[in-house]
């Protein structure tokens, strides 16, 4: 049996992403880290007080990542964009190796365009990092293809 983290890359930590995570993962022993808890540097500009390897640190047990984003301007979450853009060059991110990954994103209307990138961004993440991915799931805020098609195995 795998372990299984939530990631939840919406500022609202209660809101529709969080909410449709929940819902997807009921049933399935998880764990959830917020990851709007964490101050994550942008790329190229790290300061002192970044917490990416506390990130790192949190995920490292865990054999599958569930990582959860509102679509804010066609495109995933600045926290979670923010996340893939510091795995470059840190030895940390070697944790994620072998991990399996299911991503889903939600907003009020993601079009075709949205879709595609959003499921490009995932495939390369999981390519470039080592990563098993077994699903990406784009849907409206209800959430309903979200949790009809997107079946997390542990």
């Known amino acids: 049996m795998s372990k299984v983290l939530f990631m939840n890359c ?8 969080f909410r449709i995570g929940k819902n997807l ?12 808890d ?12 970044d917490q990416i390897k506390e990130v790192f640190n949190k995920i490292k047990d865990y054999d599958t990542l569930v990582i959860g984003s509102p679509v804010y301007w066609y495109k995933v979450s600045g926290i979670l964009k923010t ?29 075709e365009d949205t879709v595609k990138s959003i499921k490009f961004l ?23 293809k979200i949790l009809s098609e997107m079946k997390v195995m542990n």
């Open 10 to 17: 919406s500022p609202n930590k209660d809101g529709n992403t």
């Open 38 to 49: 964490y101050k994550i540097s942008q790329y190229g500009a790290v300061y002192e007080d």
């Open 122 to 144: 995932a495939s390369k993440v999981a390519y470039l990092m080592g990563m098993q991915l077994e699903s990406v799931v784009v849907d409206t805020d209800s959430g309903n």
């Open 25 to 36: 993962l009921d049933g399935v022993e998880h764990d959830i880290l917020q990851m709007s």
């Open 83 to 111: 996340f893939i853009d510091r795995l470059y060059m840190l030895p940390e991110a070697e944790i994620l190796r072998g991990k399996k990954l299911y991503l889903f994103a939600q907003g009020s209307a993601p079009d």
